[in-house]
């Protein structure tokens, strides 16, 4: 589902979706800057879209993740997180935002219902919906249309990934999440880098050859 907030001006204006798997710390950095921006009152449209590592690591003429029994823990925290947006769209953020830190902070796997159902108690999300819903098979059936799509039509290969009008991917890594002393500063820094995602679409690749710290 799309996040949208009003008065929205320059390259935040542009809808975008923002590719995750909770396994990745690089992808945690940019959700919780992009989270904290929201939070202090950046004006974006974004639609938060799973898209799970596993499936680029399965060998050929193996079964995909989503069709192989023995890959569905791997998949549980993103089909939760995709009925969450179904069932307690008012709840998303803060259960995205708890995933990412129950992974990475807390070192927990969340490849159990268990472990999942906790996070969920945490955000104040009765974990019964979430599982009817991921029961239907709806969650990860978008899982499965989401990486074939944009893997194979865009050329994804990880997260976190921004996709513009359907036709532009661009992978980013930001070594570092939100100022927790100063969390509106992700104003700034997501602003900056939707302009330079968006705007600058001539720069194929800029990276830094080494850390300054």
């Known amino acids: 589902?799309?996040?949208?907030?009003?008065?929205?001006?320059?390259?935040?204006?542009?809808?975008?979706?923002?590719?995750?798997d909770y396994r990745c710390p690089f992808a945690k950095n940019v959700h919780d800057h992009v989270i904290a921006a929201l939070r202090s009152g950046l004006a974006l449209d974004v639609t938060f879209t799973p898209y799970t590592l596993s499936q680029g690591h399965v060998e050929p003429g193996s079964p995909a993740v989503w069709?192989?029994?023995s890959q569905a823990a791997g998949l549980l925290a993103l089909?939760?997180?995709?009925?969450?947006?179904?069932?307690?769209?008012?709840?998303?953020?803060?259960?995205h935002e708890a995933l990412f830190a129950a992974r990475h902070e807390r070192?927990?796997?969340l490849m159990t219902s268990g472990q999942i159902?906790?996070?969920l108690d945490e955000v104040g999300i009765d974990p019964a919906p979430i599982w009817d819903e991921v029961?239907?098979?709806?969650?990860?059936?978008?899982?499965?249309?989401?990486?074939?799509?944009?893997?194979?039509?865009l050329e994804v290969f990880g997260v976190p990934t921004f996709v513009v009008d359907d036709v532009d991917a661009t992978f980013v890594r930001l070594m570092d999440g939100p100022d927790p002393a100063d969390p509106t500063a992700s104003v700034e820094v997501v602003s900056r880098l939707l302009d330079l995602v968006i705007s600058r679409t001539e720069i194929?690749?800029?990276?830094?050859?080494?850390?300054s710290r």
Request: hydrophobic share 40%; net charge negative; proline share 5%.
């Open 1 to 20: 589902m799309g996040w949208q907030t009003e008065d929205v001006t320059s390259a935040t204006a542009t809808p975008f979706v923002l590719l995750y």
């Open 67 to 69: 069709d192989d029994p």
């Open 79 to 95: 089909e939760a997180s995709l009925a969450a947006q179904q069932v307690a769209p008012e709840r998303f953020l803060d259960l």
């Open 107 to 109: 070192s927990i796997s």
């Open 117 to 119: 159902d906790a996070v």
């Open 135 to 153: 029961a239907t098979g709806r969650p990860k059936a978008a899982i499965a249309e989401a990486w074939t799509h944009f893997h194979d039509d």
């Open 204 to 211: 194929n690749e800029l990276k830094h050859t080494r850390l």
